[in-house]
């Protein structure tokens, strides 16, 4: 039986070692090959922060949230109501936008714009 010239002499469940496995960025670490692998374009980049108020992006909806508690990397934070401190839930991070416009310059519709900052 001849060995396949393509074969790089890696183990399955192993990293690859050598210039094949400095290719690649692990999953998750600035400069992966897929955008959503480096720093989040969303909630990551300007940081959350309990007590900061967002407001929904949308004209029509006069939604304030006020952020409760939030863990660096978790993909939900805990909100509640801005004005009232009632109605408890989690939402998505990538929600929170640190601006009421797109990277383009449009207003955005969706999602909740930082409005007020939080602790310091």
């Known amino acids: 039986m001849t060995r396949d010239q393509h ?7 192993k990293p690859l070692n050598g210039p094949q496995g400095a290719e690649t960025p692990a ?5 992966g090959p897929d955008p959503q692998n480096g720093a989040q374009a969303g909630a ?3 940081g959350i922060q309990p007590g900061q ?5 949308d004209p029509r909806e006069s939604i304030r ?13 805990h909100v509640v109501d801005a ?5 408890y839930r989690q939402i998505l991070v990538t929600y929170l936008h640190a601006s009421a416009t797109t990277r383009d310059g449009r207003p955005r519709r969706s999602g909740y714009a930082l409005e007020q900052g939080g602790e310091p």
């Open 65 to 77: 949230i006020r952020i409760v508690s939030y863990r660096h990397g978790d993909a939900r934070a």
């Open 53 to 57: 108020i967002y407001r929904h992006c």
């Open 83 to 87: 004005v009232t401190g009632k109605r």
């Open 44 to 46: 990551e980049s300007f």
């Open 27 to 31: 999953a998750g670490t600035p400069g």
């Open 7 to 13: 074969t790089t002499g890696q183990a399955p469940g």
